[in-house]
């Protein structure tokens, strides 16, 4: 076998690049950040979330996953776009989204969904430009059930750009990458 046709077929090879590691007191406080910000949202406390926990230059996004054959990485894909995604928010559309949620208009949401976001594999390093910020990976599943026998199961990974603001951490960037090729859900109006 040539050695073109093995680094074809073999997985990601690369070598990871090592980062500094967080002292293990502000890893910690991410992780709790994290988690907290996940019990948030599953009480519905949106508007504070919104308020408490994002900054104002957010950058919210979950763009549409491609599958590709190993042999294509790093080539073009003709007739895409790569800034095409389920949605692209700044901190001014999420507050629209918001405000459209607290009218109780938005029939998916009427009755309530019971919804729990689950995290895991939480790894958290400093940006690369020395601006102090922190990236945070982590994995996620949403269980989201409505009425009776409507559930829906969503997995994927996020990865968040955390700044501190008054001693606290916000979100300055979120990245939402669901595991779904196509997102079976009938819609994703939840907030991850």
Same mark, same amino acid.
């Given at each position: 076998?040539?050695?073109?046709?093995?680094?074809?077929?073999?997985?990601?090879?690369?070598?990871?690049?090592?980062?500094?590691?967080?002292?293990?007191?502000?890893?910690?406080?991410?992780?709790?950040?994290? +988690?907290?910000?996940?019990?948030? =949202?599953?009480?519905?406390?949106?508007?504070?979330?919104?308020?408490?926990?994002?900054?104002?230059?957010?950058?919210?996004?979950?763009?549409?996953?491609?599958?590709?054959?190993?042999?294509?990485?790093?080539?073009?894909?003709?007739?895409?776009?790569?800034?095409?995604?389920?949605?692209?928010?700044?901190?001014?559309? =999420?507050?629209?989204? +918001?405000?459209? =949620?607290?009218?109780?208009?938005?029939?998916?949401?009427?009755?309530?969904?019971?919804?729990?976001?689950?995290?895991?594999?939480?790894?958290?390093?400093?940006?690369?430009?020395?601006?102090?910020?922190?990236?945070?990976? @982590?994995?996620?599943?949403?269980?989201?059930?409505?009425?009776?026998?409507?559930?829906?199961?969503?997995?994927?990974?996020?990865?968040?750009? =955390?700044?501190?603001?008054?001693?606290?951490?916000? @979100?300055?960037?979120?990245?939402?990458?669901?595991?779904?090729?196509?997102?079976?859900?009938?819609?994703?109006?939840?907030?991850?």
């Amino acid at each position: 076998m040539s050695a073109a046709i093995a680094k074809i077929n073999a997985v990601n090879s690369e070598p990871l690049i090592e980062r500094e590691q967080l002292p293990q007191e502000l890893m910690y406080s991410v992780e709790r950040h994290l +988690i907290r910000e996940a019990r948030i =949202l599953d009480e519905e406390r949106i508007r504070y979330w919104y308020e408490n926990f994002l900054t104002e230059d957010i950058m919210y996004s979950m763009p549409t996953p491609v599958s590709r054959y190993r042999r294509e990485k790093g080539k073009p894909l003709p007739g895409t776009n790569p800034g095409s995604g389920a949605y692209m928010d700044n901190y001014e559309l =999420l507050g629209m989204r +918001i405000a459209r =949620l607290e009218t109780g208009l938005v029939w998916m949401e009427d009755p309530q969904n019971a919804i729990r976001r689950f995290l895991t594999n939480i790894d958290a390093e400093y940006a690369e430009d020395g601006s102090g910020d922190v990236i945070a990976y @982590c994995n996620f599943m949403v269980y989201r059930n409505r009425r009776q026998r409507d559930e829906t199961v969503t997995y994927g990974h996020k990865v968040d750009r =955390l700044r501190q603001v008054d001693g606290k951490w916000r @979100c300055s960037q979120r990245t939402i990458h669901m595991d779904q090729r196509v997102i079976l859900d009938k819609n994703v109006t939840f907030f991850l």
